[in-house]
């Protein structure tokens, strides 16, 4: 079972529409999760660390259950900008990071 | 802030030689560093983590003699890949961990090597 694993999509919405990605993590005990987003042929870029408690930033809101092992990643009134794709990183005790292979997403004009 | 800076950004070399790439931290001092590689349309696969002053670790089937680190300070790790092949051409970004900072990483922007 990989350590991360997420959808690739890949997810086409129109622009305006809400959308959700969820990542699921195989390590229980998994210390700090994040968000990336990386553009085409482009280095990934941190988008948000993901709090317990869950965190917004703009239109973007992070919500971690560790119950069931997943992170979350909502966007509301989605741009032509959001389209990119999204990776999501786990960081675990013994300082491993392991990264999902990524969600895709295009915003339709 | 939090700045980090790959060169070259890309570059071509023949079968057989090496090309050295250079990840350094602009404005903030890191203790560790990680090497990726990325092939087109495929997630980022991490090939090492260099602490500074030791030796690098590197990932399972990552030849070390192949794709040598060095981390010689706290703002600078390169990556040298020896004896390039074709089959080595890839996207390689690397990324970097505040000495204060949380468990964040920030990429450079990559390097793109194209073995001919």
């Known amino acids: 079972r990989k350590e991360v694993e997420q959808d690739p999509g890949p997810f086409n919405v129109p622009e305006g529409a809400t959308v959700a990605f969820n990542c699921t993590y195989s390590?229980?005990?998994?210390?700090?999760f994040f968000w990336y987003r990386q553009d085409c042929r482009k280095e990934p870029k941190l988008l948000m660390s993901v709090y317990s408690s869950g965190n917004e930033d703009g239109s973007f809101t992070a919500q971690l259950n560790r119950a069931s092992q997943y992170i979350s990643l909502l966007i509301r009134d989605s741009k032509l900008s959001d389209s990119a794709t999204y990776l999501c990183?786990?960081?675990?005790?013994?300082?491993?990071?392991?990264f999902g292979t990524g969600t895709s997403l295009t915003v339709i004009p | 802030g939090a700045v980090v800076s790959q060169h070259p950004s890309w570059v071509i070399c023949k079968s057989g030689t090496s090309v050295k790439i250079e990840c350094r931290s602009l404005d903030f001092q890191a203790t560790t560093m990680f090497w990726y590689r990325q092939f087109p349309k495929q997630s980022l696969m991490l090939m090492a983590t260099?602490?500074?002053?030791?030796?690098?670790?590197?990932e399972q089937g990552v030849e070390k003699d192949k794709f040598l680190i060095n981390h010689a300070s706290l703002t600078l790790s390169t990556l040298t890949v020896t004896s390039a092949h074709p089959e080595d051409s890839s996207f390689y970004i690397c990324?970097?961990?505040?000495?204060?900072?949380?468990?964040?990483?920030?990429f450079g922007p990559g390097t793109r090597l194209t073995v001919t």
């Open positions: 990324s970097a961990r505040e000495v204060s900072g949380g468990y964040e990483q920030y």
């Open positions: 260099s602490n500074e002053g030791s030796k690098a670790t590197y």
């Open positions: 390590n229980s005990a998994s210390q700090s």
């Open positions: 990183v786990v960081h675990t005790t013994g300082n491993q990071f392991y």
